[in-house]
């Protein structure tokens, strides 16, 4: 069956410091990945995703996430993070002709002043 | 703006109630799910529907109902069979193409006691 593992339940990081979230998928096929993240009593928002193409996609606030086939990763990255970020993010694979999306169970950031 | 509405915010039910969960999207989308989320449980999928009139069970989908009479809405009914309503609950829609990224509301918190 599909999979996808999210090592870290919890992180936390002081701000201004560098951050990778790891995401680990188990198929064959060629993913669709994504990141999402949600605040506290939110709905998920959309950070990035990656279809096909150069394996570094680019996102929203700031985030990066690099496809790497050979390790069945999709991390996500940011150079220096804000208080902002503090948040749960959650990696998501889909694959060709499936209707759902299979949804890592997210990594909690904490942000340390 | 387009997007995904989820009615009420949140919601108090007496045990033994059935209660419905609005959700109503004006993206066009095609595909609509309903995502349950627990504390430390990640999204597990209760429902998702992929054309009107149509719909599949997702992983946990004893307890619950759903119906696609329109495009725009999918309504999830929380029957007093499901033995653990108390949660957070998301709607999410998408377009039916391979690797079209799910959008989400911003949940309904529903409280039974």
């Known amino acids: 069956a599909q999979s996808v593992t999210q090592p870290d339940i919890h992180i936390t990081v002081s701000e201004g410091a560098s951050l990778e979230l790891r995401c680990n998928y188990s198929?064959?096929?060629?993913?669709?990945l994504f990141w999402y993240v949600q605040s506290p009593g939110q709905g998920l928002q959309l950070l990035l995703k990656?279809?096909?193409?150069?394996?570094l996609v680019q996102g929203i606030k700031g985030f990066e996430a690099e496809f790497k086939r050979s390790q069945s990763s999709f991390n996500l990255r940011k150079p220096s993070v804000h208080w902002s970020d503090a948040a749960e993010y959650f990696c998501?694979?889909?694959?060709?002709?499936?209707?759902?999306?299979?949804f890592g169970q997210g990594t909690r950031l904490t942000i340390n002043p | 703006d387009g997007g995904i509405t989820q009615s009420p915010k949140y919601l108090f039910r007496k045990e033994g109630q059935n209660v419905t969960l609005s959700c109503e999207q004006n993206?066009?989308?095609?595909?609509m799910y309903w995502y349950r989320q627990d504390p430390g449980q990640g999204l597990r999928l209760i429902y998702y529907?992929?054309?009107?009139?149509?719909?599949q069970k997702g992983d946990i989908a004893e307890g619950y109902s759903v119906s696609r009479e329109k495009k725009e809405s999918f309504p999830l009914t929380v029957t007093s069979a499901q033995k653990n309503p108390t949660a957070f609950y998301l709607c999410?829609?998408?377009?039916?193409?391979?690797?079209?990224?799910?959008?989400f509301g911003n949940g309904t918190r529903l409280t039974v006691t």
């Open positions: 990656y279809f096909s193409g150069d394996t």
């Open positions: 999410a829609s998408r377009l039916t193409i391979s690797g079209s990224p799910l959008h």
């Open positions: 529907s992929q054309i009107v009139n149509d719909f």
């Open positions: 998501a694979v889909g694959f060709q002709g499936a209707q759902k999306l299979v």
């Open positions: 993206l066009n989308h095609d595909a």
């Open positions: 198929y064959g096929a060629t993913p669709y």
